[in-house]
Nanobody, 116 residues
Framework: QEQLVESGGGLVQPGGSLRLSCTGS????????MKWYRQAPGKEREWVAS????????YYADSVKGRYTISRDNAKNTVYLQMNSLKPEDTAVYYC?????????WGQGTQVTVSS
C-alpha cells in the first residue's frame, strides 16, 4: 500500500537551515511527481514546492523561492526539501504529497518551528 514518511523537522533559530526528507513506498516513486505542502496553525494547507519525475523541473511558491530547494533521489525513493534562511513565518507542519490515478496521498507531516 502507498505510504509517505517524512522526517527532519525540528526547532531552529531564524536564519537557520533544515533538510526534510520524505520516503515513499508501495508505488513507483520514480514515475511520480512529488510535492511539499505546509500548514501553519489556523491556516489552510499551502503548496510549497514540486519536482518532476526525473528531478529536471522544479517549482516553488513565491514565499520560499530562493530559500528552499526541492530535490529527489529515485534510487532511494526519497524527496528532500532543503530550507535555508528560515523565518518565523515558515513555522508549520510540512507534508509530502503525491497524486496517483487521481488520488492524493499524504505523509503524516513533520513539524518545523522557527523561533529564537
Amino acid at each position: 500500500q502507498e505510504q509517505l514518511v517524512e522526517s527532519g523537522g525540528g526547532l531552529v533559530q531564524p536564519g537557520g537551515s533544515l533538510r526534510l526528507s520524505c520516503t515513499g513506498s508501495g508505488f513507483t516513486f520514480s514515475s511520480s511527481t512529488m510535492k511539499w505542502y505546509r500548514q501553519a496553525p489556523g491556516k489552510e494547507r499551502e503548496w510549497v514546492a514540486s519536482i518532476s519525475r526525473t528531478g529536471s523541473t522544479t517549482y516553488y511558491a513565491d514565499s520560499v523561492k530562493g530559500r528552499y530547494t526541492i530535490s529527489r533521489d529515485n534510487a532511494k525513493n526519497t524527496v528532500y526539501l532543503q530550507m535555508n534562511s528560515l523565518k518565523p513565518e515558515d513555522t508549520a507542519v510540512y507534508y509530502c504529497n503525491t497524486e496517483l490515478y487521481g488520488v492524493n496521498y499524504w505523509g503524516q507531516g513533520t513539524q518545523v518551528t522557527v523561533s529564537s
